[in-house]
């Protein structure tokens, strides 16, 4: 049955995104087959563990409440009772600073990219949500523009989050009605970011780690995406 209950009552990015999404919307439906869903078709093999000690996770959440994206995010913060200033430890990467995990791009045949890595600590969550590209791959923000604009910008843009830990208890991505877990450090998920809802959570006792790829796909990215077995890559 088509849900109904997840709306809400104020203007939301939920609201906005939702509106456009062509998932199914029905939480009987087994999404393991999904056609919106890549998991596990590539393992990328390396010791990047130093990468991420020393890295400066000091991306914040913005809460500029002037601007329209801004805004609709951190209403649905506060209509669910939340804080909508929780911190976000996310760290940019640089090929001088986090050269493995920087690499990763190339090696999936993703271009004109950038990379971040998330640091989730025990009690963190990302909200159910679907993605919006108000960040562009130069860095520049616009959390000014409108939804449809967005859309248009984001026609060829890719998405994928690689497990940069091994999964541990309490480790949580749900896509849709499917559920990632049990990873290796390697492993990632490429899912349709604009039209199938998702969210994260540590449970657990331990801080996990993502590396999030933004980009241009390439022949090369496709090829491995449709491949009937799993691809790994040493990552050097």
């Known amino acids: 049955m088509k849900d109904e209950l997840h709306w809400f009552d104020a203007p939301t990015s939920w609201n906005e995104r939702r509106k456009r999404s062509s998932y199914h919307w029905d939480n009987k439906i087994d999404d393991n087959e999904s056609p919106m869903i890549w998991l596990n078709k590539v393992s990328l093999k390396g010791d990047w ?3 991420l000690e020393n890295a400066v996770y000091d991306q914040t959440t913005q809460t500029n409440l002037s601007k329209l994206l801004e805004r609709n995010s951190a209403q649905e913060s506060l209509s669910l009772g939340l804080n909508p200033r929780l911190k976000s430890y996310r760290c ?4 001088s600073d986090q050269p493995l995990i ?15 890595i998330h640091k989730q600590l025990p009690g963190d969550f990302n909200l159910l949500h679907m993605d919006t590209m108000s960040q562009d791959i130069s860095h520049q923000t616009n959390t000014d523009a409108d939804y449809d604009l967005i859309d248009d910008e ?4 890719v998405r994928v989050v690689i497990a940069l830990n091994d999964w541990q208890w309490g480790h949580f991505f749900q ?13 990632l998920v490429y899912w349709d970011w604009k039209n199938l809802p998702h969210s994260t959570a540590n449970a657990g006792h331990i801080p996990r780690y993502a590396g999030i790829i933004t980009g241009k796909p390439t022949a090369k990215f496709w090829e491995l995406m449709n491949g009937k077995e799993k691809t790994k890559i040493i990552v050097n």
């Not at 940019?92 to 090929?95: D, G, K, N, P």
């Not at 690499?103 to 971040?116: A, F, P, Q, Y």
């Not at 984001?154 to 843009?157: A, K």
């Open 92 to 95: 940019f990467t640089t090929a």
């Open 49 to 51: 563990s130093h990468e």
């Open 102 to 116: 920087h690499s990763m791009m190339e090696h999936l045949g993703i271009k004109s990219t950038h990379v971040k």
């Open 154 to 157: 984001s026609v060829d843009t």
């Open 175 to 187: 896509l849709g009605n499917t559920m990632w877990h049990k990873w290796d450090a390697g492993d």
